[in-house]
């Protein structure tokens, strides 16, 4: 009879109901803050006592859209996979170089994917900076 925790999945099954359990306690956690806040804000507006400093002002909802801080992000994240990359591809080759087997190479293929997508990062950041300069286009 096949027992379940015999399985060779039951790591990659098991780190991903963690992962996916520390984002939903997460979430609920932020939820319940904000409400906290809102309960603490409206309660103070009902008594007619001024808003503490921390309850003044909600950030997430009143701060504006920079489009400049949104390419500096993509200018970042294309520089981090490219590096990624990168290294991935110079430990594979050098781990191939010293235990002399070829298929350690294929390391060398998995560390394209991070650097085509910071590649394309960067791409998509020197379009949007020509974009946002004045009379760019």
Same mark, same amino acid.
């Given at each position: ?5 015999? *399985? ?5 099954? +098991? ?5 996916? %359990?520390?984002?939903? @306690? =997460? ?10 806040? *809102? ?8 008594? %007619? ?10 950030? *997430? ?7 400049? =801080? $949104?390419?500096?992000?993509?200018? $970042?994240?294309?520089? @981090?996979?490219? +590096?990624?990359?990168?290294?991935? +591809? &110079?430990? *594979? ?11 350690? &190479?294929?390391?060398?293929?998995? %560390? ?9 990062? &960067? ?5 949007? +900076?020509?974009? &946002?300069?004045? %009379?760019?286009?």
């Amino acid at each position: 009879m096949h027992y379940w925790a015999d *399985s060779p999945f039951i790591i990659p099954v +098991a780190a991903f109901a963690m992962v996916l %359990g520390i984002i939903i @306690v =997460q979430n609920i956690s932020n939820y319940h803050s904000r409400k906290l806040k *809102s309960e603490e804000r409206m309660a103070a507006i009902a008594k %007619g006592i001024p808003l503490p400093p921390d309850l003044e002002e909600i950030p *997430s909802q009143n701060q504006a859209f920079n489009p400049w =801080q $949104t390419a500096r992000g993509l200018r $970042t994240g294309g520089i @981090v996979c490219i +590096a990624v990359g990168a290294g991935l +591809a &110079l430990f *594979s080759f050098a781990l191939a170089r010293i235990v002399d087997e070829r298929d350690v &190479l294929a390391v060398a293929a998995a %560390g394209l994917l991070p650097l085509m997508i910071g590649i394309g990062l &960067l791409i998509d950041y020197y379009l949007r +900076a020509r974009s &946002l300069r004045p %009379g760019g286009n």
